[in-house]
């Protein structure tokens, strides 16, 4: 099975795509042959980033988008659909990590991650959603959840309860909208180099970290593509709730 084909012509939404992750996904998806929009809030790398996947013909749109404001995320699907027609699949990718041992943890920090792991994913979850049932449309999400839901590790409080999180809230959403053609999954990646863990990485409680893990290295971007397409796509058309764990074994690790 081609998985690439099944997501060819499909409107999909990536949010947090101006870098890391987010931006792979794009141009991920965008080489299967999907429409892209790609949304965060830094409008200079969105506009980077489309230039590039249009020079390689693809249908690109960027959008401004704040996870954290329910009117940013409202803005943005209505211009993310009337640029490019309407949205068949949502990445929610945007995330933030804020670092601190929990002695130091400050209440604001907590809540930032809080907002934008969780609420943020909760509500371009709920957008989402309620344009797919009021247009009697079907809809796919994945969100992109992380192996600190299921496990945890030192400096990251906020954004292990979060991911946690994101992992029930993906099995709540399922059990509700499956009567409504809405299948809602989450991917939980291992350790991939990006931004959100670039410092940590440069240590050596970081490379303690990557010794632990059961393949002994990082992952790289493109080894979550088989996963996600799965999810996002008609192979996976009798998944939802399901949480996929792509971590170079580090889950089955102690
Ligand atoms: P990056 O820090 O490289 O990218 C995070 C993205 O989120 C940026 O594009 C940022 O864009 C966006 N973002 C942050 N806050 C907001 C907001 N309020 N509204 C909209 N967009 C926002 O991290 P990664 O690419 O590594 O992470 C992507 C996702 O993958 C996250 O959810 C992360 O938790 C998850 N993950 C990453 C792993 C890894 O090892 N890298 C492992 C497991 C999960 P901007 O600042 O322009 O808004």
């Known amino acids: 099975m081609d998985l690439g084909a099944l997501i060819k012509n499909r409107h999909v939404l990536i949010t947090g795509a101006s870098g890391g992750l987010g931006a792979h996904f794009a141009r991920l998806y965008a080489s299967c042959g999907a ?3 790609v949304a965060a809030r830094s409008a200079d790398k969105l506009a980077t980033l489309v230039t590039e996947l249009q020079t390689q013909g693809a249908r690109a749109h960027a959008v401004p988008l704040d ?3 329910e009117g940013s995320i409202a803005e943005a699907f209505a211009a993310a ?8 699949v949502v990445i929610n990718n945007a995330g933030i990590a804020r670092p601190s041992m929990a002695m130091e943890l400050s209440a604001e920090d907590f809540d930032d991650v809080m907002n934008t792991n969780l609420r943020g994913v909760w509500l371009v979850c709920s957008e989402a959603g309620r344009r797919w ?3 009697g449309r079907n809809g796919v999400i994945v969100n992109i959840a992380s192996i600190l839901g299921f496990r945890v590790s030192y400096a990251v409080l906020p954004y292990t309860v ?3 999180a994101v992992v029930q809230l993906t099995k709540a959403l399922a059990l509700e ?3 409504h053609g809405i299948r809602v999954n989450a991917l939980a990646p291992g350790y991939i180099l990006t ?4 410092e940590f990485f440069e240590t050596e409680p970081g490379q303690a970290m990557i ?4 393949m002994r290295r990082l992952g790289k971007e493109s080894e979550l593509d088989g996963a996600v397409l799965l999810l996002s796509t008609d192979a996976g058309s009798w998944m939802t709730g399901e949480v996929i764990a792509v971590d170079g074994g580090h889950l089955v690790s102690h």
């Open 35 to 37: 429409t892209v929009t």
């Open 67 to 69: 996870v954290t404001s």
């Open 81 to 88: 659909e009337a640029a490019q027609g309407p949205i068949d």
């Open 133 to 135: 049932k009021a247009a």
């Open 162 to 164: 979060s991911k946690a």
């Open 177 to 179: 909208w499956a009567r």
């Open 195 to 198: 931004d959100i863990n670039r």
């Open 211 to 214: 010794r632990r893990v059961p």
